[in-house]
Structures are given as C-alpha cells and as structure tokens.
C-alpha cells in the first residue's frame, strides 16, 4: 500500500473526472510543473493505484437503453465450477460486468440491452442457459450517479 497525500488524492480526482489529461494539464490546474505531476502519475502508476485509464461510453447513446442487474444463484455449486459459469457468463456480449459475490446471490451480472424485449431474448436464450444457473433476480436501472472511489 502506498501512502497517499493531498497532491495524490487531488492528482487521482483529475484523473477519475477526466483520464485523457496530459501531466501538463494536471500540472497546470493542481499548480504543479509538468515533470513534477508526470513522477506523480508515474508513481502512483507503478504502486498500481492507476491501475489503466478507461473511456465511459454511453450506452443509450449507443443503442443500448435498458441496463439491468441480475442476482444469479447457482443451482449446482458441486457439478458446476464457478470457472465454467465466469467463462461461459463473460462471454455473453451483453453481460458488462461479471462479479462474485458474497450474500444471497452468488454472482450480479450487470447486462445492456436494446429494450426490454431484447433483455428478455438474452435472459432466456443465453444467461438462462448458462452451466449452473438457478435462481435469477432481476433489476432494472432507472439512474445511476457515478462517483470516483474512495480518495478520501
């Protein structure tokens, strides 16, 4: 674990609002000097707090309106290796984000789709299928406020 200091956690807010920042512009607004804020980033890069920078797309805008969470109970935890659920889930292009989880559910899938009839088609034709899956719940997302992380 790396200690972190103000110029960090102002440094890794920059970044979290905006990735596609040079060192420079980062620099600029935290009143740094380029080379000072590229060791900086370079740093916290190394000790794997930066583990990648992303771009967000937005998936409405790209045809695909409704997300929804689905709580995946496995049936067959004993015949059924949680490798072969995560391959065969991950695989789905649909299915976002895959996510083990501890609780009710032994694994949330975050899923884009069209509408909700396409949803429906995914659910039955491929998560229904998947090798294990017992009980499904499903969520629709309504809005979502994206936040950075914990930079305290």
Known sequence: MIDLDDTDRA????L??????????????????QPAAWRRIRRLEEAGVIAGRR?????AA????????????LATKGRV???????AATAIPEV????????LYDYRLRVAARDL????RVLRRRIMTLPGVGNVEANVLLSE?????PLG
């Open 55 to 59: 771009i967000d797309l937005d998936s």
């Open 62 to 73: 790209l045809g695909f309106g409704v997300t929804v969470f689905l709580g995946v109970k």
């Open 81 to 87: 290796s949680l490798e072969d659920f995560e391959r």
């Open 145 to 149: 406020e994206r936040r950075p992380g």
């Open 16 to 33: 979290a609002a905006d990735a596609t920042q040079s060192a420079g512009a980062v620099g600029r607004a935290l009143g740094l000097s």
């Open 117 to 120: 009839a396409d949803f429906e």
């Open 96 to 103: 976002q984000t895959v996510q083990h989880v501890l609780g």
């Open 11 to 14: 440094i890794l807010r920059a």
